[in-house]
Structure formats: structure tokens, C-alpha cells
């Protein structure tokens, strides 16, 4: 039985649709069926309407309460039977419970090479911000497990690339975003191998 999938994005979904393509052309045991998003108007969202992939759309304006939010996460992931997630690119946090629910069953993608920016406040080009204001020459991207412990999760693929020529955050953010769509398909295609 193919894997039932879901990514959990809320941005431009870069590495939503690269995952989307290179899972459905390299075979493997798996498929996107549910995009769910906090933000209607991402790009994220327009390339799953186009493609047919099932969205779900959780925030506090359709929502009224946290608790409410948690329940439709909860039955939205029942109702397509999913049994893994992937966070890429997702600005919520997701609730412990779900945590558990879904135990050593979330991957998150991460631009930097964790521990190293990671944690309360690194998340997006802050990341970036930091690396370039602390003269790295060195950057990457990680897929990690999602625990309760924010960023800290075990990581299951990393990658290093060279950032000593570039001139500023957003060539750092280009050049790790490369390495996020190498590493993110390699490590569901790494999860779907153990199941
Ligand atoms: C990526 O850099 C991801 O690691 C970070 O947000 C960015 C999302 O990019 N958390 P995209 O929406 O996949 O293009």
C-alpha cells in the first residue's frame, strides 16, 4: 500500500512542489494527497488547486480557538489517512499532541545546519540574517524528526554548502534552498525505504 502524504507549507512552496514532482517521477511508495495551509493566498496552495492535491486551510480567521485548530488538524489527517508529514516551510508550530499521534512520522526541513541557528526565533531569512552577520563560510540545510523539543528532533540528512562568496542573506537563502530540494526528497525516499 503507496504511503498517504501530507505537506504542511505556508510559503512560496518551493520544496513543496519539487517534492511533489520528484516523488511522483522517481516511483516511490508514496504520494502527496493533502496540502494543508495556514495561508490561502501562497503559492503553495495555487500549485496544489492546480495539481488536484486535496487543501485544507487552517488558521484563526476560519478557526475560532487553538483547540478547534488542533481538532480539524487532527481529523483533516484521519479523513485522507495519512502517515506522514511533511513540514516545509510551515510558520505554526504543530501541536504536541499531533507530535505524538504521529511519532518519528514528521519530517521538517530546516536552512541551516542544525543545532547550529535553530530554536525559538530561527525560522525563514532570520536564519539567514544571522549566518551573514556571524561570517560563516559555511551553511546548509537538515531534515529532521519532529519532537516536542523545537529544532531538536534527530536528524536524518544534512548538508553543507559553501557560503563565502556570498554578498549578502538572500544569496545564503538561494544557495541553501538548492541544497533543501537535493536533501528533503532524499530523506522521504530514506523514510519510505523503512516502512
Ligand atoms: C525554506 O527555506 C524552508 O527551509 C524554510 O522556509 C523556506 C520555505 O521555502 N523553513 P518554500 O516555501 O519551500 O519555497
Do not use: W
Not at 23 to 39: K, M, P, T, Y
Not at 68 to 88: C, D, M, P, Q, V
Not at 133 to 149: F, L, M, Q, R
Amino acid at each position: 500500500m503507496p504511503i498517504n502524504i501530507a505537506v504542511f507549507a505556508s510559503g512560496a512552496g518551493s520544496n513543496f512542489i519539487n517534492l511533489f514532482n520528484k516523488i511522483a517521477s522517481n516511483n516511490l511508495n508514496g504520494s502527496i494527497v493533502l496540502l494543508v495551509s495556514n495561508n490561502p493566498n501562497s503559492g503553495a496552495v495555487k500549485f496544489a488547486k492546480n495539481n488536484d492535491i486535496c487543501i485544507k486551510i487552517i488558521n484563526k480567521f476560519r478557526y475560532k480557538d487553538k483547540a478547534t485548530i488542533n481538532k480539524e488538524y487532527k481529523s483533516s489527517l484521519k479523513e485522507n489517512k495519512i502517515n506522514l508529514i511533511l513540514l516545509a516551510g510551515f510558520m505554526k508550530k504543530i501541536p504536541v499532541d499531533l507530535i505524538k499521534i504521529y511519532r518519528n512520522k514528521i519530517l521538517n526541513i530546516h536552512p541551516s545546519l542544525l543545532p547550529d541557528y535553530g530554536g525559538k526565533g530561527f525560522f525563514g531569512m532570520n536564519v539567514h540574517h544571522a549566518v551573514f552577520n556571524a561570517n560563516e563560510k559555511i551553511s546548509g540545510a537538515t531534515v529532521h524528526y519532529v519532537n516536542k523539543d523545537y529544532d531538536r528532533g534527530p536528524i536524518l540528512i544534512q548538508k553543507k554548502v559553501e557560503i563565502q562568496n556570498c554578498k549578502g542573506p538572500n544569496e545564503i537563502a538561494k544557495k541553501v534552498l538548492e541544497i533543501e530540494h537535493e536533501i528533503f526528497p532524499k530523506a522521504v525516499q530514506i523514510f519510505l525505504n523503512k516502512m
